[in-house]
Nanobody, 124 residues
């Protein structure tokens, strides 16, 4: 049974930093592309970034977070991290990790597995 569990969300002031993590079980994460998405109330799920299975640090990012967020992965621990810097109130959302076998898509509907999400709130 595949399970993705996010952690590390919370409340942070604008300009601050936060790291959220996703631990995968029931799959060999070294064969999966891992994506991060977020969803704010009343909005569609938005692509934050994704990292391929072949690299610990090479990732693609959505325009709204490019230069501020960094994704990394540790396949030995089946863990993916999303490090967020220079946070803005508009970054407030539930953050989800997702997994896709041998692919790194940017559209949420293409992912096979999802975590339950972790809330990130950025105060102004």
């Amino acid at each position: 049974q595949v399970q993705l569990v996010e952690s590390g969300g919370g409340l942070v002031q604008a300009g601050g930093s936060l790291r959220v993590s996703c631990v995968a079980s029931g799959l060999t994460s070294s064969s999966f592309g891992m994506g991060w998405f977020r969803q704010a109330p009343g909005k569609e799920r938005e692509f934050v970034g994704a990292i391929g299975w072949w690299s610990a640090t090479s990732a693609d990012y959505g325009d709204s977070v490019k230069g501020r967020f960094t994704i990394s992965r540790d396949n030995a621990k089946n863990t993916v991290h999303l490090q967020m810097y220079s946070l803005k109130p508009e970054d407030t959302a539930v953050y989800y990790c997702a997994a896709k076998y041998l692919s790194v898509p940017t559209r949420p509907r293409e992912y096979e597995y999802w975590g339950q999400g972790t809330q990130v709130t950025v105060s102004s």
